[in-house]
Each structure stands twice: as structure tokens, then as C-alpha cells.
């Protein structure tokens, strides 16, 4: 992965960062909240089948909080792997709405088997290994970038 457009921001003795509610949203930030908090990731943007494939393969270090955004066209049943992957991932599976339904933590470096995100995806956000954990992502966290569509998302750009 090439360098990252934004500088990474710290979490600070494990509190989420704080941010405006109406921060304005970019191609290379994404904002999750939930009952635990909020939080925002710089991230790269894997919207073709190219990026998708090649992920964060080969990646050695991920700077705190940044990932990757895998955006599909529409939803369905997606699955991933860690084949060429040095860094231990979250896989964070979101629907249409940009609502998660499925959280894999600590996705093990280089394994071949298969992590199903479920159907009805189409967002996975990759973070580093435990983040999820560490900030109490779940279930029903909202997701909200520009690729969630404005007027299905569950947190809108424009809201």
C-alpha cells in the first residue's frame, strides 16, 4: 500500500477519538459510531476488482487508526482471506446502509481460510488487528463515508 493521505490519529489511553458530528465527509476518512462511541480511520478506497484483490496484502505496518475501505457495487455474499497478509486484521462487514452486521477480529496473518462476512455486504472496512475490540465496534455501528449511498445510509454524508 502506498502512503497514507492522512496522518493516522492516536488513541489515547483507549478512549475513541473525538470529532464534529457534521465533519465533512472525504473519500479518505471514514466514521463509525455506536453505543460505544465514535471514531474515524484514514483509509484507501478499494472500489474496483483490482484493488479488492489485492487488499493490504503485502503491507508490513499500519499506522493507528487507518485501513482500507472495500466498497462493492451493491450488496452480497462476501468472504476474505489473509493469503500474503503480514499484519493481523479486523474485517469490519457493513450492508448497504453502512450498518455493520459482522465483526471478524484478529484475522490471523498469511491463513488460507476462509472469513465469511456474511450476505448483504457491501462495505468491509479492514483495520488493524483488535482495534474493533479496543473501541467496542459491533454489531450496529454505523458506518458513514461518500460510497455510502446518501439516500439508503444510516448516517448520511449530508446529514
Given amino acids: 500500500m502506498g502512503k497514507w493521505s492522512v496522518l493516522s490519529l492516536v488513541v489515547a489511553l483507549g478512549a475513541s477519538p473525538v470529532f464534529a458530528a457534521d465533519a465533512p465527509c472525504r473519500d479518505d476518512v471514514i466514521f463509525l459510531r455506536g ?15 483490482e484493488l479488492r484483490s489485492r487488499g493490504l496484502m503485502f503491507v508490513e505496518d499500519m499506522p493507528t487508526m487507518t485501513g482500507m475501505l472495500f466498497v462493492y457495487e451493491y450488496e452480497q455474499t462476501v468472504s476474505f482471506w489473509m493469503q500474503n497478509t503480514l499484519i493481523p486484521l479486523d ?9 455493520v452486521q459482522r ?6 496473518p498469511g491463513d488460507t481460510t476462509s472469513i465469511p ?12 488487528g483488535g482495534m474493533a475490540d479496543r473501541l467496542g465496534i459491533d454489531v450496529g455501528t454505523e458506518m458513514r463515508h461518500p460510497a455510502i449511498a446518501d439516500e439508503t445510509a444510516s448516517w448520511a454524508c449530508g446529514s
Fill in 35 to 49: 453505543d460505544w462511541g465514535n471514531a474515524r480511520f484514514a483509509v484507501d478506497v478499494a472500489d474496483t476488482p
Fill in 103 to 108: 465483526v471478524h477480529d484478529n484475522a490471523i
Fill in 91 to 99: 474485517m469490519i462487514f457493513a450492508d448497504s446502509n453502512g450498518v
Fill in 117 to 128: 462476512g456474511g450476505s448483504n455486504i457491501q462495505f468491509v472496512l479492514e483495520i488493524n
